[in-house]
């Protein structure tokens, strides 16, 4: 089964339950995805699901930062809960112990050498990002980035 035919069973599924956080939030994936579909002209796959669920996520993530200045706890309550929704969807996310290998990896064939200070950074940030995409949060692979640098 597709992850969008997951997405839509589940959304049925959510309908039947009464289940109003998830139903609103997978449809709000539903309707990215279609966002998507409609302007490439083009079937999203799995991997761009992947993609867009991060998306999603990473919006949710950003506000939930400016609702705890602001001491909106229920605005921080609904959007976490959320954020638990489409986590279930996201493949599986790698450690920070992953991201360095493929760091490591990606250095050596770019011919940047460990410690070798921020002046590396997007040289190195472009590349590994590519190779996670949808598999890691871009924060924590800038933290990592930023450890390898030194």
Do not use: C, H
């Given at each position: 089964m597709?992850?969008?035919?997951?997405?839509?069973?589940?959304?049925?599924?959510?309908?039947?339950?009464?289940?109003?956080?998830?139903?609103?939030?997978?449809n709000?994936?539903?309707?990215?995805?279609?966002?998507?579909?409609?302007?490439?002209?083009?079937?999203?796959?799995?991997?761009?699901?992947?993609?867009?669920?991060?998306?999603q996520?990473?919006?949710r993530?950003?506000?939930?930062?400016?609702?705890?200045?602001?001491?909106?706890?229920?605005?921080?309550?609904?959007?976490?809960?959320?954020?638990?929704?489409l986590?279930?969807?996201?493949?599986?996310?790698?450690?920070?112990?992953?991201?360095?290998?493929?760091?490591?990896?990606?250095?050596?064939?770019?011919?940047?050498?460990?410690?070798?200070?921020?002046?590396?950074?997007?040289?190195l940030?472009?590349?590994?990002?590519?190779?996670?995409?949808?598999?890691a949060d871009?924060?924590?692979?800038?933290n990592?980035?930023?450890?390898?640098?030194?």
């Open positions: 597709s992850l969008k035919e997951k997405l839509n069973a589940d959304f049925k599924e959510a309908m039947k339950a009464k289940d109003k956080v998830r139903k609103d939030t997978i709000f994936v539903r309707a990215a995805i279609k966002q998507v579909e409609v302007d490439t002209r083009e079937e999203v796959d799995d991997q761009g699901i992947a993609a867009i669920l991060a998306k996520v990473k919006m993530k950003d506000a939930l930062a400016d609702f705890e200045t602001a001491g909106r706890t229920d605005m921080l309550q609904a959007y976490q809960a959320e954020i638990d929704v986590m279930e969807y996201m493949p599986q996310q790698l450690t920070d112990e992953e991201i360095m290998n493929i760091v490591k990896e990606t250095a050596a064939g770019l011919g940047i050498e460990e410690g070798s200070g921020k002046k590396s950074m997007g040289k940030m472009g590349p590994v990002m590519g190779k996670v995409k949808g598999l871009g924060n924590d692979v800038k990592v980035v930023m450890k390898f640098l030194g």
